[in-house]
């Protein structure tokens, strides 16, 4: 159960909307900060991080959302077998894509790294 949040980061990038760079700073570390919380303190990786599961408020909270994905890692497993099909096609990290089945909490930063850029140009990266 999440709080009502009015836009998703996508809907508000295909309409063209320009962040200025406070708002940039702002959702970046809202993000940021989740994603570590996620990562250190529950050990879960996301694993589908994309501007459709970023949330948005009308007073400016920000949110990750779609946890459909996600899954606990242990990241000194070091015969972990995880699946490579997460994390949508333009925000998959070069491991998955190389079908590296034993990868870390990576994969959600590169996949941040990606939102970071679409964010800055309106564009999606790859």
């Known amino acids: ?3 009502y949040m009015a836009y998703d980061l996508t809907g508000i990038i ?3 909307v320009k962040f200025n760079l406070s708002q940039i700073k702002y959702i970046m570390r809202s993000l940021l900060l989740g994603l570590d919380y996620l990562h250190t303190e529950m050990n ?5 991080i994309k501007g ?6 009308a007073t400016g909270k920000v949110q990750i959302t ?3 994905l996600a899954r606990i890692l242990n990241p000194k497993n070091l015969k972990a077998n995880y699946t490579t099909r997460v ?3 333009w925000y998959r990290a070069p491991e998955l894509l190389l079908g590296f089945r034993n990868y870390s909490f990576a994969v959600d930063v590169w996949s ?6 679409e ?3 309106g564009q999606v990266l790859f």
């Not at 459709?52 to 408020?57: D, K």
Request: a negative charge; proline letters at 0%.
């Open 44 to 48: 879960l990786a996301h694993r589908d």
């Open 14 to 16: 295909d309409k063209k």
């Open 52 to 57: 459709a599961n970023i949330l948005l408020s």
């Open 87 to 89: 994390v949508t096609l």
């Open 66 to 68: 779609d946890f459909g």
């Open 1 to 3: 159960m999440f709080d």
């Open 112 to 117: 941040m790294g990606c939102v970071f850029v």
């Open 119 to 121: 964010i800055i140009t």
